[in-house]
């Protein structure tokens, strides 16, 4: 079968998608049609992987006392966070919205199997941190494949990831990557919403480049 002709006018759609992709942190509370996890996982398993090692792991979180805990956990480390700031900083940070933990129909934890032999080691000798990055990469598909349906995701960072691991008893060799809100979102905008609440600007591309 021939390879599929990607268009302009597919590369454009395929940019809008980029722009509108975004963290999200206020969900509405209604449910997911049935099977549209599994299908977004589907298609973050195809993601590329070092040495086809394929470490990523979704872990579902429907348990009511899981979630409570992880809920806990983030309160906790939101408060260590927000004590690190101070004056106009720690107005600005306790006015935002991080997490959509309490509204998000789904939780989902994703981890890296750093125990897995699949791929027999290739490409992880010399730089073992590939496996967690193979799986950055899987997340970064979910949620572009889950934009393009109407989907919001958010990433949870102010965790404790040990705590996390220990509430959702994973295997001692699972490192968490990230842990994600996903739902219909409230609203849609094409800029960050820490960009829209004034906590930081996003820069030019160029501001990234250096050339040698």
């Given at each position: 079968?021939?390879p599929?002709?990607?268009?302009?006018?597919?590369?454009?759609?395929?940019?809008?998608?980029?722009?509108?992709?975004?963290?999200?942190r206020?969900?509405?509370t209604?449910?997911l049609p049935?099977?549209?996890?599994e299908?977004?996982?589907?298609t973050a398993?195809?993601s590329?992987s070092?040495?086809?090692?394929?470490?990523?792991r979704f872990?579902?979180?429907?348990?009511?006392?899981?979630?409570?805990?992880?809920?806990?956990?983030?309160?906790?480390?939101n408060?260590?966070?927000?004590?690190?700031?101070?004056g106009?900083l720690?107005?600005?940070?306790?006015?935002l919205?991080l997490?959509?933990?309490r509204?998000?129909?789904?939780?989902?934890?994703?981890?890296?199997?750093?125990?897995?032999?699949?791929?027999?080691?290739?490409?992880?000798?010399?730089?073992?941190e590939?496996a967690?990055?193979?799986?950055?990469?899987?997340?970064?598909?979910l949620?572009?494949?889950a934009?393009a349906g109407g989907?919001?995701?958010g990433?949870?960072?102010?965790?404790?990831?040990?705590?996390?691991a220990?509430?959702?008893?994973?295997?001692?060799?699972?490192?968490?990557?990230?842990?994600?809100?996903?739902?219909?979102?409230?609203?849609?905008a094409?800029?960050p919403?820490?960009?829209?609440?004034?906590?930081e600007?996003?820069r030019p591309?160029?501001?990234?480049?250096?050339?040698?």
């Amino acid at each position: 079968m021939p390879p599929p002709d990607f268009d302009d006018a597919f590369r454009a759609r395929l940019h809008d998608l980029f722009v509108w992709r975004r963290d999200v942190r206020h969900f509405r509370t209604d449910a997911l049609p049935d099977g549209t996890l599994e299908r977004l996982i589907e298609t973050a398993c195809l993601s590329p992987s070092v040495g086809l090692s394929q470490p990523w792991r979704f872990v579902v979180v429907d348990d009511a006392a899981r979630r409570e805990a992880v809920l806990d956990n983030f309160t906790t480390c939101n408060a260590e966070a927000l004590a690190s700031y101070s004056g106009d900083l720690a107005q600005r940070y306790a006015a935002l919205k991080l997490a959509g933990l309490r509204e998000a129909p789904i939780h989902l934890a994703v981890f890296a199997d750093h125990a897995t032999d699949v791929g027999h080691g290739v490409g992880r000798r010399t730089m073992p941190e590939m496996a967690d990055y193979s799986v950055v990469a899987a997340i970064a598909t979910l949620w572009l494949a889950a934009r393009a349906g109407g989907i919001g995701m958010g990433w949870v960072s102010i965790l404790d990831p040990r705590k996390i691991a220990v509430a959702l008893e994973v295997p001692a060799d699972w490192k968490l990557i990230g842990y994600f809100c996903l739902g219909y979102p409230m609203s849609e905008a094409d800029t960050p919403e820490l960009e829209r609440a004034g906590w930081e600007q996003r820069r030019p591309a160029a501001d990234h480049i250096i050339r040698r």
